[in-house]
């Protein structure tokens, strides 16, 4: 969960009065109070008339995480092959929704994700590849997401989605389809708590990466650390490990990849070894 001052940015980059309006412990420095001298209190100074259903996880810039994609698991073995990927020191699980409107393909709804909550402690990062996002994200939210993404193509409204988002409990994502521009979410950086650029066109696993996906990560990496925002950004599509190191070079903190994961025969080892690839693209930079 978030550690925050009152009156202080948060990790995000929020000040207080466009804070998403979630409860958030307080840290309040007590000199005499013994060597740590912290003192932790519920602050319900930003909560909403009813309470949102979880607090939302802490996010720590700079940390790299390698985020399977449940689209690419085979579901007579779902179980079995989460658990697995869990063991290789994955923490966090990847789901594309997709509506057959917004993408040329139908996939999952809450009762699927609601499952995978009831195996996994790990977080679950719910990618919204549907029309009416705004409509259908409490209901994800509902059934365990912990963070939700949705493209700023199907939003008419994106920041209202991104607050509806946040105030529902869970972390808010914008994505970029491949021919969008990063220079679109100028006006609505401060508000995302990541983005996702995709490196394929949205609707099917098992494509090939779009190379220049990695210009467009390290002009959004420039303009985060000019704006002094520090939100993680993720990418998604073709992410081997032949090219995994070149993603987090570029600035990707979360790398969702689906083949590489599930579509080998020990998804743990094959987790394991593209955690070791992003670590060490990492220890060694170019």
Not at 216 to 227: H, T
Request: overall charge negative; some cysteine.
């Amino acid at each position: 969960m978030r550690i925050v001052p009152d009156d202080a940015e948060d990790v995000f980059g929020h000040k207080p009065e466009t804070r998403p309006k979630v409860p958030y412990i307080t840290v309040t420095v007590m000199p005499r109070a013994g060597k740590l001298g912290l003192i932790l209190g519920f602050c319900a100074a930003y909560t909403r008339v009813s309470e949102p259903r979880r607090v939302l996880p802490l996010l720590v810039s700079g940390m790299i995480e390698i985020l399977p994609s449940i689209l690419a698991a085979d579901f007579a073995r779902l179980g079995e092959q989460i658990a697995a990927a869990e063991r290789g020191g994955v923490e966090r699980f990847h789901l594309d929704v997709m509506d057959g409107h917004f993408v040329p393909n139908f996939t999952i709804g809450p009762p699927v994700v609601e499952s995978i909550r009831k195996i996994t402690r790990a977080k679950l990062d719910v990618h919204l590849m549907i029309t009416d996002p705004n409509r259908y994200a409490p209901a994800f939210i509902d059934a365990g997401a912990d963070s939700v993404s949705v493209h700023y193509e199907a939003c008419i409204h994106l920041e209202r989605t991104l607050r509806h988002i946040q105030s529902e409990g869970a972390l808010a994502g914008v994505v970029l389809n491949p021919s969008t521009p990063v220079a679109m979410l100028e006006d609505i950086l401060y508000a995302v708590d990541y983005v996702l650029i995709m490196s394929v066109n949205p609707g099917f696993g098992g494509q090939k990466f779009i190379g220049h996906s990695l210009d467009k990560v390290r002009a959004l990496s420039m303009r985060k650390r000019e704006l002094g925002l520090r939100f993680p950004i993720q990418i998604d599509g073709g992410i081997t490990l032949d090219n995994v190191g070149d993603a987090v070079r570029a600035g990707c903190e979360w790398i969702v990849t689906g083949s590489s994961i599930f579509h080998t025969p020990d998804p743990g080892k094959a987790s394991a070894e593209m955690i070791k690839a992003a670590a060490e693209a990492v220890a060694a930079p170019v």
